[in-house]
């Protein structure tokens, strides 16, 4: 997670509302890379960053702050949520993964379960209009310079997509597996989608994301044969930084394991029911 993440100029498809959810990332750390044998280790100071001229203590006053005011707004989405009955799922991943394709396949499979779609990308509403496609009402975020959504910018488009009683809320992160894995957007559960191709060790690399994530969907299976990839391996170093992550292996293209997935939305749309009718 980034302590100062360069998250500014965030907009609503159609809507400039002038939000500034402006912070700078720096990358001048003031070290001499001239040394070509030695690996260098960041971030291990209590902030888990550095940043010239910052004070650790400093910097974990900055993203106490920033979190703090992130988290009322996830909260008050959570509230929204939970009123409606709505299962919200944040999807995340690294750009390339096949979210929005898979996405697509999921929504035509719900058929005519109510569902809205939140898109968030730095810039173009090629997602959105994907999503649109098939029906769906979806709303593009684009997020400029930011590298992830909000709880401020899911609650904003939250409110433009008037979200039907015990519906499917889908909002598909920023294509970034560092700064989304930080940020409650009052979503029930965070998925990550990690693609065959990107290999087996990406959990390992960053395992904030896969800790956060509570399902992990292996997608692109159909390439693995192709890949010289070893499918097992993924979900061990999944469970090796998530001990208690599912994992479901799928492919958008083929099909397979689809009806995992879809059986694992809708039994999650039906116990969140069920305890807000109990409520």
């Not at 965030?10 to 959810?21: P, Q, R, V």
């Not at 920023?174 to 990550?192: I, Q, R, S, Y």
């Not at 290999?199 to 509570?214: Q, W």
Request: glycine share 10%; aromatic share 4%; hydrophobic share 35%.
């Amino acid at each position: 997670m980034c302590t100062v993440c360069g998250c500014g100029d965030a907009k609503l498809e159609g809507h400039d509302h002038g939000h500034s959810h402006a912070h700078t990332h720096t990358h001048d750390h003031g070290h001499d890379h001239g040394h070509h044998h030695h690996d260098m280790h960041f971030g291990t100071g209590p902030a888990g960053v550095e940043v010239p001229g910052m004070s650790q203590e400093r910097l974990i006053e900055i993203e106490t702050g920033i979190m703090a005011k992130n988290d009322r707004y996830a909260d008050a989405n959570r509230a929204v949520l939970a009123g409606l009955g709505a299962f919200a799922v944040n999807l995340v991943s690294s750009p390339g993964s096949g979210k929005t394709t898979l996405l697509c396949k999921t929504i035509e499979a719900l058929g005519d379960q109510p569902l809205a779609v939140i898109e968030g990308d730095q810039q173009t509403t090629n997602d959105a209009d994907r999503i649109r496609a098939t029906g769906a009402p979806a709303i593009q975020v684009n997020t400029g310079k930011g590298c992830h959504l909000d709880g401020h910018m899911v609650g904003h488009a939250m409110e433009h997509l008037k979200l039907a009683q015990n519906s499917f809320l889908f909002i598909e992160n920023v294509g970034n597996l560092v700064c989304p894995a930080g940020f409650d957007l009052g979503e029930d559960c965070k998925v990550a989608i990690l693609s065959v191709t990107e290999g087996e060790d990406k959990p390992l690399k960053y395992p904030d994301m896969f800790t956060a994530s509570r399902l992990a969907l292996l997608n692109k299976v159909d390439l693995a044969p192709y890949c010289d990839v070893d499918l097992d391996l993924y979900e061990a170093n999944l469970r090796r930084v998530n001990p208690g992550i599912e994992v479901i292996r799928v492919s958008a293209r083929t099909g397979e394991g689809m009806d995992s997935w879809l059986n694992w939305l809708t039994g999650s749309l039906t116990r969140k029911t069920a305890r807000t009718a109990a409520e």
